[in-house]
């Protein structure tokens, strides 16, 4: 019987649980709410029951467990510094209680970098040797994936797309830059536009749409200019430029065999990702990189599989050291910073 392995996906609205397979199939899933408010203490102990329940369901034991989740992470202490959408979730140690539990190794891992592995071995990227992964949401994630492996960088935050700068004199991005890609292009830098547009009245479409629901959205941007308003997707179809030079620019010195893309931006199909495709095309190395970019196969389930993937490869890197009799540390990652 193939191993399996325990993954997590914790999320702002539910913390998710399953076995899984080498193949990526999902065996057996089970979810709760993310807690509205709970004490570090509490949070942690509704994570160790939920894997505890997991394991406990399962047909046979699980080789190892990987949680995967937004924010500031340090893999080598198993410790989630700061995971902004799920209150209470800042500096806990949460996998020396999940190892001891449940008496498997456990790891943890920032969650655009474990989407990256998880199209790399489930998904879009199968196939690839080298790989780079963009999530194009809320705000701009990534992951580099070199020779099978994920590229975490000295510090944990290889990947950081998201903060490359592409606009010096552009607005000012969540991190204190100025012109960050993301504050370019991502589903908050596409609502601050959406609200610019309508205060500087030239979209009475997006108006109405706005006034209806008391907010503008991305998505009443997406919606606008889908109806035909000329000015909200001009917006998008700059937008999508922008993400095709930040991926370029990224394709140029990575030399990735694909470029995998995932995220709720996505769904602005070919107004966002036509123009992205054709700068990529523009630069250097882009028509070498293929210049398409392959979307994530991966659905609901990326978070899931994503962790999956990580315990996967912590399993080979870990039997890769038992077999050369090295007492080599395994990769780890310090600390990581993403927004998404
Ligand atoms: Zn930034």
Do not use: N
């Given at each position: 019987m193939a191993a399996t392995v325990i993954a997590g996906d914790l999320g702002g609205t539910n913390l998710r649980a399953a076995i899984v397979d080498e193949d990526g199939n999902i065996l057996l899933r089970r979810q709760v709410d993310t807690p509205e408010s709970a004490t570090r203490d509490e949070i942690t102990a509704i994570v160790v029951e939920l894997f505890r329940t997991v394991a406990r369901e399962g047909s046979e034991r699980a080789a190892a467990l990987c949680v995967a989740t937004a924010g500031l992470v340090d893999a080598d202490g198993g410790r989630v510094l700061l995971a902004a959408n799920i209150p209470g979730f800042r500096d806990i140690v949460l996998t020396p209680p999940l190892t001891d539990a449940l008496g498997i190794p456990s790891f943890i891992e920032n969650d655009a970098s474990a989407a990256a592995l998880g199209e790399f071995r489930f998904?879009?990227?199968?196939?690839?040797?080298h790989l780079l992964h963009v999530t194009v949401g809320t705000g701009i994630g990534g992951g580099i994936v070199i020779g099978g492996h994920l590229h975490r960088g000295e510090h944990g935050f290889?990947?950081?797309?998201?903060?490359?700068?592409?606009?010096?004199?552009?607005p000012r991005c969540t991190c204190g830059s100025r012109g960050c890609l993301e504050a370019v292009v991502s589903g908050t830098a596409f609502a601050r536009r959406a609200r610019e547009l309508i205060a500087a009245g030239k979209s009475a479409q997006l108006k109405a749409l706005a006034a209806e629901s008391g907010d503008a959205t991305s998505n009443q941007l997406f919606e606008a200019a889908r109806a035909g308003d000329p000015v909200c997707e001009a917006e998008i179809r700059h937008g999508g430029h922008m993400l095709g030079l930040g991926i370029g620019s990224i394709v140029n010195v990575l030399d990735p065999t694909r470029v995998t893309l995932s995220g709720g931006?996505?769904?602005?199909?070919d107004m966002l990702l036509e123009p992205a495709r054709s700068a990529l095309r523009s630069l250097p190395y882009g028509p070498a990189s293929g210049a398409s970019f392959a979307l994530s196969t991966?659905?609901?389930d990326a978070g899931l599989l994503g962790a999956a993937a990580v315990a996967f490869e912590r399993l080979e890197l870990a039997s890769g050291d038992e077999e050369q009799g090295t007492s080599r540390r395994r990769p780890s990652v310090p600390s990581k910073m993403r927004r998404r």
């Open positions: 998904g879009a990227g199968r196939g690839a040797r290889a990947g950081e797309i998201g903060h490359t700068i592409i606009e010096p004199a552009g931006l996505l769904a602005m199909g991966l659905g609901e």
